[in-house]
């Protein structure tokens, strides 16, 4: 149980190009979704906390026009990445919270390179 | 400020033998604490979590420890397998809510034959 999925897997986009970021909780409805980052050899960053049906609450520093998140149902959240550039190449990886409200799970991460 | 870290970036450990992680915290209104294990290009993994009411929790191989006047937590795996080589981060939260997860900066773990 607690299973969270990632799609896609990687992505590589051009430079200005909007690229989306699926997550979904396969096997329990999760009322909260988190997106982080994590660059190489860094610790996992979190980016905004995605609560369905109402707006993302954005970390200090994430510009929440350029990382869109859209948390439509209880077992989906989308970020999108608008005008993408190189520097936001990395690694993206959500977590929703089980129904015990006592763990994350997390989803298998997206590579995304911008070039 | 990093309010959770581990210290020890690396740790090797020849495979039969006891793995000990360690992590330290600085804000003392954490009370709930968990130990993530993440492999190369995929999503960490959830190990073991432990409450601040208790200072041992134990499944299986692994023990997490708590010792809440030091703030300080460790992982112990015993016996070490290789295929537990990987990252392992410690994360610190509140009780009754997984939100807001501390993340440490992480430890790898090389298990060798």
């Known amino acids: 149980g607690a299973v969270v999925s990632q799609h896609p897997s990687w992505v590589i986009c051009k430079s200005g190009t909007s690229v989306k970021i699926e997550c979904r909780s396969l096997?329990?409805?999760?009322?909260?979704m988190f997106w982080y980052r994590q660059f190489p050899k860094q610790s996992l960053m979190l980016m905004a906390t995605s609560n369905e049906g109402s707006k993302a609450t954005y970390e200090q520093g994430v510009e929440k026009d350029k990382f869109l998140i859209n948390h439509a149902s209880l077992t989906l959240s989308t970020l999108t990445v608008t005008s993408a550039h190189p520097e936001d190449s990395s690694f993206y990886i959500c977590?929703?919270?089980?129904?015990?409200?006592?763990?994350?799970?997390f989803g298998p991460g997206t590579r995304l390179t911008v070039l | 400020d990093q309010q959770v870290k581990q210290n020890s970036p690396s740790l090797s450990v020849q495979e039969g033998r006891i793995s000990i992680l360690n992590c330290d915290y600085t804000n003392s209104m954490f009370d709930y604490f968990l130990w993530y294990k993440k492999y190369p290009a995929e999503g960490p993994t959830f190990l073991i979590s432990i409450s601040s009411i208790k200072d041992k929790n134990e499944d299986g191989r692994f023990t997490v420890f708590l010792n809440k006047s030091a703030k300080h937590l460790s992982l112990h795996i015993v016996p070490s397998q290789p295929g537990d080589s990987a990252v392992y981060f410690c994360?610190?939260?509140?009780?009754?809510?997984?939100?807001?997860?501390?993340f440490g900066t992480g430890t790898r773990l090389q298990v060798t034959l």
């Open positions: 994360a610190a939260g509140y009780t009754g809510t997984a939100s807001k997860l501390t």
């Open positions: 096997d329990f409805q999760a009322t909260t």
């Open positions: 977590s929703a919270v089980g129904q015990a409200k006592d763990t994350q799970y």
